[in-house]
């Protein structure tokens, strides 16, 4: 049995485990154990490997990013920023038809922008906004169905821990990816709003309107949100210098870890000044990093275990040649994954799926040569671009069932809705997502635009 088989083989084996409910690190590194076992031909070897391998894997100074916008994550739900972006954003759409769920799209793209997660997204703007919809008289698939979608802005509007990941298992630029899904998350936010005001006019006793606000009370509001706007500026404003600009006497003000601290820590000192973050609070949100940090720890060590067997085979690298000699297209190619995340997003979390599939999809795609409307995309663009899209399917796993978190999530919040009826009222934004997969496979220029203007070559 050739690298390749052997590879296969395991792949469908740790599939089937993880269709079975084994977690998913536990399943990556009980595969990746077993396979290095197997091709060395003696169990000593992965077990001598596996005392290099977590040094090696936690050692990694970018990693220490993913608790730093986890614990900003954390103050922020718990200072009441959320509720303010909800303020804020009702009194100037409330009064539109759909206006509130228009609204509770707006608040969690801004909650994104200084949490990172899209689990905690969904769940603290659900707690803010779902009993407003329900009190004004939205239906329940409306209610529930925005809410979901629009916690998953979350992980798309930077900064985002999938991002962050993908760039360390992608060997790119933490913050050119950053860079690059500014747009695209505008454009989600954008589109999720668009299909609130189609689904309200096709469905016209699914919402209501609000009393206008007076513009005075709206600016009043408005000021309210000056928290997040300085802390996601501050944040992104200060990493987004790059070693092209310093040459030009532009200097970065720090690096993307010490951005995610100087996030936490002004995240937290509002909360302390404001008084929505108590000590019981800070103890809480402590905690709270460390469990989510522990979880994702571990499957990015299972994962290490994986790739690491797959590294052995030179799976990746035959897979890769395979597909140079079938003279397969590389839209097709790419379209073929961008499929299999949408199966494996029926059945898996995000962070699972970026894991698992990147250290064998991205070996194929930066090898192909994409060419769209007469442009070549260069390595590194092909590698932000990919990122970006994997990131939006990944996203739209969130929303899909039946293992969906952010339906769960939201659906936890109203017990007495159906589950069914949360289903129904996703399935207007997948087609929202979809069909913005689609504008950005067409035209990578709307990913690519803002990085090329903020990092000349």
């Known amino acids: 049995m050739s690298g390749l088989d052997l590879a296969m083989v395991a792949f469908g084996l740790m599939l089937v485990a993880i269709f079975l409910r084994v977690p998913i690190g536990v399943a990556m590194g009980i595969t990746g154990f077993v396979g290095t076992w ?76 200084v949490c990172g997660s899209s689990l905690a997204t969904a769940s603290t703007m659900g707690q803010v906004a779902l009993p407003e919809m329900r009190k004004r008289g939205y239906s329940d698939s409306l209610s529930t169905g925005v809410l979901a979608a629009g916690g998953t802005l979350g992980i798309l509007i930077p900064p985002s821990i999938i991002l962050v990941i993908y760039a360390i298992l992608a060997q790119q630029n933490i913050v050119k990816m950053f860079v690059a899904a500014l747009i695209p998350g505008i454009l989600a936010a954008l589109g999720y709003m668009l299909t609130v005001a189609i689904y309200v006019r096709v469905r016209p006793g699914s919402a209501t309107q609000a009393e206008r606000v007076p513009y005075r009370q709206r600016f009043v509001t408005l000021g309210k949100i000056w928290p997040v706007i300085v802390i996601f500026g501050l944040v992104m404003g200060g990493i987004s210098a790059d070693w092209d600009w310093a040459q030009s006497g532009v200097q970065a003000l720090f690096t993307p870890t010490e951005g995610a601290a100087v996030g936490a820590v002004g995240t937290g000192l509002y909360g302390l000044l404001t008084g929505g973050l108590n000590w019981r609070g800070f103890l809480d949100s402590v905690l709270s990093t460390a469990q989510a940090t ?78 769209i409307f007469g442009y070549a995309l260069s390595p590194e663009e092909t590698a932000i671009w990919f990122g970006i899209l994997a990131l939006i399917v990944v996203e739209v796993g969130l929303i899909t069932p039946p293992v969906g978190m952010n339906l769960f999530i939201i659906n936890s919040m109203a017990k007495d809705i159906p589950i069914a009826r949360t289903y129904a009222g996703v399935a207007p934004f997948v087609l929202s997502d979809l069909v913005r997969v689609v504008i950005l496979v067409c035209f990578p220029v709307i990913t690519l635009w803002l990085v090329g203007v903020m990092f000349p070559t």
């Open 38 to 113: 197997i091709v060395l031909g003696r169990p000593s070897a992965p077990l001598s490997q596996l005392k290099s391998l977590t040094y090696d894997t936690f050692s990694n100074y970018n990693l220490s990013i993913v608790p730093l916008f986890l614990l900003m994550g954390q103050f922020a739900t718990k200072s009441g920023m959320s509720g303010a972006l909800f303020q804020a954003a009702s009194d100037w759409l409330g009064h539109r038809k759909g206006g509130v769920a228009m609204a509770a799209v707006g608040a969690c793209a801004g909650f994104g922008a």
């Open 294 to 371: 522990a979880m994702i720890f571990f499957i990015v060590l299972g994962a290490a275990l994986f790739n690491s067997f797959l590294a052995i085979t030179q799976a990746p690298a035959d897979l890769v040649v395979w597909i140079q000699t079938q003279g397969f297209a590389p839209l097709t190619v790419l379209a073929v994954m961008l499929i299999a995340y949408l199966i494996f997003g029926c059945v898996m979390d995000s962070l699972s799926m970026i894991l698992l599939t990147i250290p064998i999809f991205f070996p194929i795609i930066v090898s192909l040569e994409f060419v």
